[in-house]
């Protein structure tokens, strides 16, 4: 029989070995991956759980102010991960028993390992949510602000890749930026999942020490309480809905990419990005790679495949620890990814300029005001609208749109008067551009403005948590 | 060169063939067999259409009267459907046209052919959204009655499938009700996003056409507009939003059939659910197979499958089709097995009954009260926990938890005193239980009402937009 | 207590209701969908086991003829399918059972409902895999016949949508021929593993009756016994790979109308796809919109997710039903979706045009030719690679490229030259084309060869067998 | 205009400024982070196309001696990577440049910057996928063994989680083994997939450069050549196969630690894993946690969603990076995860103990001998099966199976008996048992043999290609 190293057990009551080196490998090294994106989180709750027991009188002064020292001296460090003597909680009780003693041994006193982890994994989520909500709305406010300088700029729409009607570069960046403010919603939300306590749960439904879970999450700066014990400690459909919503960001940013490559190509040559998100090949001296964007459009199909894969790790009984375990590193990793490649798309969108000479060309080659010409003889003869598209359908089969011979008004082939006439809510003319792009900054604003409310928020809180603990480990008396 | 079918091209300006047999099968096939799901909704669509149209003056009044007489006659019939032809909007123009004649011409006016199918599959989908809703609810209250009725008897709480601590039948059964309950949440806000009308949007960003998007979406009953015509006709992050929605509800239910399962072996003998969930075997006269926790395990890992498809569709450039046109059938169809996993899973958890008696049995076996028992000695001694938590280590592996041995009193190993301490919020308690079920009566409640308001509130929309049409249809004036 | 419908249970020893609302909508509906899937597996796996049960005398000679015939009867029949009476097997069973009598009751004899089950999805699975493989194999005929008429057109090579190299058209189109014929090795391998019998295996092990795995496997076609039992039963990685490769064959198929649709904007202009591969615009008379593109592309996105689907489904216990309970539906959906697209994917390459005008003018306005240049200058002055590749750059940034400027030979600018020079294996130039044309052309006549030879066989043994029943049906002695 | 960092372009003809933050951020360091994966593979590609270069003429004999011997140098360093100077070419031609000037330009004569990648990713692939089937075959070892050792011991099958029939420990242990089996074989063919070279394809289709792709695929040790080059360079059916491999052969794995999980419950009993694959809790003296079987179930779940993401990201056009970028980390990291988790499962398997005196008491109390005792009495009575069901199946209903009032012998009801009975091929009869176990261990000893001989072929040639080099280096004649 192995030996367990030092410090890797409790009491071992009924485990009596030290860990296999293929569940090192496989189990601990996986958790301990994660202690950057943890170690501060745990000290923070560990803190968190001694100064309410601390507060409640269930840890004997002496013991309470050597475990506050101890923890803040912790929070500064390091921990030297070692996989050998277990997971990130495992470790640092081993630190703390070496350093204090038994007094160490409150920190487990109503309170599983998991619940340390889960808050530290929270409060991680919580700054990358914060940090991704910020990059999308600098997307939609690059977006935005390209809608702004091209709201007049004529621009064919395409569908099927084919030229459909006149519209304008404003228009088509719009419809970028919307979907970009709804993610900005949906994250939202999903902070509002994070920002809530799971501590002070006890193992399940509470436990015979004298717990606060308001006073905890008031600690921590969470903005309430997850109520029901066990779904506090083992829910995990915020984060499925989470992944999701990062993989729905990438994907609307990788369908602007996917635009871009097309009007940037040579071919349609309709817009350019900057050189600062193209390559050079290394063979090809004629070459210039618009590589941002196979970054974004790669990074949203991994994205979508993180997504699959934390919903089918969540297809499993309640309480089994397989449901978290990935969790951590699959979940902060996507977000992580989505806010770099918002950022980038965000840059994409900064730095695109419109060729307004070959738009205008492509609308008129394209024939994409064939289906003005039909609206006009629909409207000046009273004919249906089958009837007059049958009339230019034949037209356009000769090659030219003629408005004398279509006996119709020349203002029908005039770009401007089709966009100018574009005036339901919603639509390509002057006012409701305006009204939309009035909207779409209001609400960039916004979103900008929480994000910097809840990033001070959080660090004073933090401050607050660590002063006061400060104090605890210093005063003389309980 | 292929004669294209009678009434499948419109003037064949570019295009001079039908239609391949392959895309006939891959393609219109594909699209008609959405058909059931859309029918209705282009009838409604094409009447709203029609009618905005005819109150701006854009439809001479005969043609108008036509119109809407062929348009509520269509709407009672089912169209036959053959790929031939192309897809349900080619068919129902064909049939107007041989109807009515060029009449028909009108329903093109200031409209692509896939708006209407866009309006359709809303209204589709608000109907099963919401019956999506209703049965997660129904599901989240039979979990709230399982919990009212198990609210104070003993039950094991078990992580890695070993027992771990005292708990409820009840506040395990309410750990189920939680996030069935947010996703009543994440369903209503994905209705809401269904409930925008796209409606008025012209081909891309409006019309010469004197289109009217408010009295379009308030014919239609749509809540409201979705504002960018562009973002209107082709968004898709509600749809990935609503079938990802869907798995994790899904994904939920199986938990609980996961959990079921295990608890109702014979080996656990905790639980047993209905016999009119079972399934006997053919081959096995002994089997009593609990065939429904199959179905709802089976249709989770579909459905998160489902949820994969439709975001990997989404990457893809704007205006392309391609992301739109599987969404029909796949969104739809998802949000419908849902409703069905859902339902059972309400069957499933009314049907529950609990075996006191075992559960208490094994509270007692699994040692579930050591950690009590630690809890004791530390709090009766001022010992840390980890030290008392080693010399229950200890009594554990010598087989027996002894209160006189351990030095702590009897109340300790008494079940029911361990639960009378668990009054934390969202502790197993009575009076954190009763808030909790109390909170999730409410809210269930109140889920149920919005569904009939909802249900009710479509219906009425309808009824007025034919009787519109109908009088429409009729008057001798236009 | 409501009654079971009649037939739905055997003894009901332990359950003695009928199925509820919730599981038949849920439960034998889902499985009923299937009816059309299996029906005919069903009735030969049934014909099999009698024969075999009979051959080796564990069935009186009376019983045995009654059941031959009326399992003939049912053959030709399509079975009313109603979920309260359960699934197929037992809607099979009744119908017996009403027809004649105690007879029936050897159906079970030795085989679990499961294994009739598995045998019908492994023979439906049998046809559906073969015609995928030949859509695979007329796509890639589609893009060898391409490869062979475009073997010296030269084109531009596109990497980042940016022209890179000269090509041909012909060495672009075989780039897809290759990876669709690597599809072909897969699925034939994935036929080999639906080829398998898990036939004759009893409940889990074995049984007491004296069954006969191999005859069983020859009477049904098989080519081979799945050996170990309960894996024979319960085995589901071929599955996930042949959805996965379905999966794969799509995305192929998608990467190549990925590129059509580009190549095939007027901007663009290289190719052309035919008229029945597109669809007009009901509002825009200009539109020639390439429908088929974006079927084969929304297909492959739907694919990825039932990829995902099947997988996910697959995590579970063994032994669980959940795991099988979709796939029967869920794979072969799969798999006919593919072969739809496959052959849709088949008729746009057979309907590629080229237009080698537009192709060498892209090549020579995209500066394509710079790398030859810059080679031609490396290869006649041995300066190192990259000096030579800086003095192209500086040229190609003052717009031409200039041989005597450059110091070279006239012919690095000419493309001809360029492509003769692509003599490596896997090359442009007309010798390694050819070789590859020869070896792919082979290659998709021994795939077409293999599926007719499959088809037949299985036609055969299913003959054979009917006949053999027949014949057992009226014998006068067992 | 921001200037580029030294070195970070070539001549930079159409592109003049350095990364933009986001791109570095988002892009190169992505693409860095693969560098430890991928560096010495570099090293090794660009010595052979060097070495090829030189045999054939194509560099001066002083320079192909400077580049050589700096080759050699820096096949040793660990390159300090810095994003702000692009990707690991990027970074590999600043060095050698700095050190050896224009000699450095020669390794981009006739090769793109991605072909080093493609065969540096190929040779790690290779070492990857090698130690995924030992680890595979490891696992099947484990299996088989526990097969061996636990042959006769009876143990109850169970489906639905009901006690099914009577079956052995060692007939369950295999039906593990036979799919990890089959993973084996497919883990094999996509090495067969990877050990093809890419190399000496030129740009797309060859180049005016003499390369000579046998050559380098014989000095990089390749099993041959991958034909077509535009297919050579860009192909990914391989890595989707190989990724979707690993998530089948890490959910075989799930599924048994699932069923390990069940049957090492306290209530099942059944079997008992090691100490040194459980975990205590911090929190419950009495707990002994199967940490080992979350680890593997949680790998599952993760590896489904990156084989999906692979695939998703498959869904773009041709010669886009996109569908590369991303997967030299993403297929890789999922090699390597489920070697690790495969490790882990084997040693599962080999710690697992049965408790044979419960599972003989589960086998009887099951009711696990029903469908024997309804099969002898069929076979001794004649009377058809389902009849003989119903009568056993009342007897279980009345809690007792007795063979006096069955009217059958005593041996219908001796475990032993049925097991005897179980001859069929694959069944769990002691010489069908034998078989297979012969069968899997032959198949077990010749993959590990594949794995050393691979292994060591592969060491032996990057000896030759550095001996080679190292003679190149020093030679005094070209």
Redesign the interface.
Known sequence: M?EPPEGY????????????P??V???YQ?ELADAPLLQRGFGLADLAHAIVLGERG?I?AA?LRALLGALLDLLEEDVAVDGAY?DL?NLR?RLLTQRIG????????????REAGRIAFRLALRSRVVELVAAVARFADGLVALAARERDTLFP?????????P?TAG??S???A??AL??VE?LR?DFA?VDRSPG??????????P????RVAELLGFAE????????I??T??L??LV??A??AA??A???A??L??Y??????LLRI??????????????????????????????????????????????????L??AYG?VSGAVELAA??L??A??CAGSVTVDARRAAQ?VR????L???V???I??ST??????A??????A??EGRLDAVALGIDASALDPAA??A?????????PE?MDA?IG?CRAAVTEALRWTEVTRAARGRAEDQLVELARSGSRSSVS
Chains 1, 2, 3, 4 share one sequence.
Not at 264 to 269: H, L, M, P, S
């Open positions: 192995t057990l409790g009491a071992g009551a009924r485990i009596r070995r030290g860990p296999a293929e569940l490998e496989a189990g996986l269930a004997p013991d277990g909680a009780e038994s007094a160490a041994g409150w920190l487990n006193a109503g309170r599983p390992r729409d395409y569908t099927y890749a084919q030229v459909a009607q519209t228009h088509w719009l419809s970028f919307y979907p709804r993610d949906r939300r999942w002070g749960a006890g193992g399940v439904n509470g436990s015979r020490f717990l606060d879970r308001a309480v997850a109520t029901h014990t066990r779904d506090a083992w829910q459909d915020g499925c809905d999701s919503h993989a729905i994907t609307g990788s369908r602007f996917e635009d490559e097309l940037c190509t040579d071919e349609f040559g900057g050189d600062e998100l193209c390559r050079a090949s290394a063979l090809m001296p004629q070459k210039r790679n618009p590589y941002a964007l196979a970054v974004l459009r790669g990074g949203a199909g991994t994205l979508i495949g993180r997504s699959a894969g934390v919903l089918a790790t969540q297809r499993t009984p309640s309480g089994r620890t397989d449901n375990l990935y699959e770099r490649l950022r980038l965000a840059a492509r080659d394209g024939f994409a064939a289906t003005d039909a609206e006009a629909s409207l009273g004919r249906d609208y089958r009837s598209y049958d009339a230019v359908g034949r356009v089969a089709a966009l006439a574009r005036t339901v809510p919603g639509g390509a003319a409701p939309m909207e």
